[in-house]
């Protein structure tokens, strides 16, 4: 296992379960993501100063987090929304044949 690794998970919204499975199938053949989950999600949130309710997808994107300005990149060059969620969340703990799986999983 990578011992610098910097493992963690990015969120990342979108509008529709299209866009969230193009955007997870770029990034794990990218290899910038070792596995991307896909969850339906309900959504509040100002915007333009309107309050909107949505139907969005979350994607928990697995990967080195020293991958992340790449991933910014790819993640804006695919997403349909102006300002669309790029956070990323370090992973404290973890098991090591995981994080050692996630770091098979991703380009050096």
């Known amino acids: ?25 770029a990034l794990v053949e990218a290899q910038l993501a070792a596995c991307v989950s896909l969850l339906p999600i309900h959504s509040i949130y100002r915007w333009k100063g309107e309050l909107h309710k949505e139907q969005e997808w979350q ?25 669309p969620e790029i956070i990323a969340l370090p992973i404290v703990e973890g098991s090591q044949p995981y994080l050692q799986w996630i770091s098979q999983q991703l380009r050096s």
């Open 1 to 25: 296992m990578d011992s610098s690794a910097s493992y963690g998970v990015i969120l990342v919204t979108v509008p529709s379960v299209e866009e969230a499975e193009a955007m997870a199938n």
């Open 59 to 83: 994607l928990l994107i697995k990967t080195d987090l020293s991958q992340f300005s790449t991933l910014v990149v790819k993640i804006r060059e695919l997403h349909s929304y102006e300002v």
